[in-house]
T-cell receptor, first 117, second 111 residues
Framework: DTAVSQTPKYLVTQMGNDKSIKCEQN?????MYWYKQDSKKFLKIMFS???????INETVPNRFSPKSPDKAHLNLHINSLELGDSAVYFC????????????????FGSGTRLTVV | GQQLNQSPQSMFIQEGEDVSMNCTSS?????WLWYKQDPGEGPVLLIA?????ELTSNGRLTAQFGITRKDSFLNISASIPSDVGIYFC???????????FGTGTRLKVLA
């Protein structure tokens, strides 16, 4: 069973559209994250939820809205997509909000490659 | 904002060679993590370091938490083709709840 699963794996859409990416973790972790990886492979955190509560909200356009219906799910909705939103979006989870419990760090999903045309 | 610089940015090595890479910052960190990312996949945790001076191994990989707490090092011994990928460091400083990721070291192994 996949520990952190994201859907879809690939998403190609036109500018101006609204799209959602879903993430689920079956590890029993309390904290989930969204990261954006740009074309230079630089990873930057966008949001973090701990037990459904938003704890990190980086400087991200309001067009991006995370939603956590329960602690096993963290979805990302993007409105009015722009060309610059093209990137790989990674969902991740950790046992606690510091990611230091035991030796776990973050567990990442396999990513969603978003292409805006 | 904080930034972690990784060196080298990329490297080609021959199979069987040892590899060294490092991660440096102007800030002090309390935890260092090393990840590997294969093409088309998410990063996977390799080693976690929690104390200054700590040296931890995971198979052919060895990582060290720098004494100054501003750097960390990763060594791979006797590299094999499947070591190809991007290696990221990530640091956590006190008073923050997020890891800062490094710029990545791209490793290519020539058989």
């Amino acid at each position: 069973d996949t520990a952190v699963s994201q859907t879809p794996k690939y998403l190609v859409t036109q500018m101006g559209n609204d799209k959602s990416i879903k993430c689920e973790q079956n590890l029993g972790h309390d904290t989930m994250y969204w990261y954006k990886q740009d074309s230079k492979k630089f990873l930057k955190i966008m949001f973090s939820y701990n037990n459904k509560e938003l704890i990190i909200n980086e400087t991200v356009p309001n067009r991006f809205s995370p939603k956590s219906p329960d602690k096993a799910h963290l979805n990302l909705h993007i409105n009015s997509l722009e060309l610059g939103d093209s990137a790989v979006y990674f969902c991740a989870s950790s046992q606690d909000f510091l990611g230091v419990q035991g030796n776990y760090g973050y567990t990442f999903g396999s990513g969603t490659r978003l292409t805006v045309v | 904002g904080q930034q972690l610089n990784q060196s080298p940015q990329s490297m080609f090595i021959q199979e069987g060679e040892d590899v060294s890479m490092n991660c440096t910052s102007s800030s002090i960190f309390n935890t260092w993590l090393w990840y590997k990312q294969d093409p088309g996949e998410g990063p996977v945790l390799l080693i976690a370091l929690y104390k200054a001076g700590e040296l931890t191994s995971n198979g052919r990989l060895t990582a060290q938490f720098g004494i100054t707490r501003k750097d960390s090092f990763l060594n791979i011994s006797a590299s094999i083709p499947s070591d190809v990928g991007i290696y990221f460091c990530a640091g956590l400083s006190s008073g923050t709840y997020k890891y800062i990721f490094g710029t990545g070291t791209r490793l290519k192994v020539l058989a």
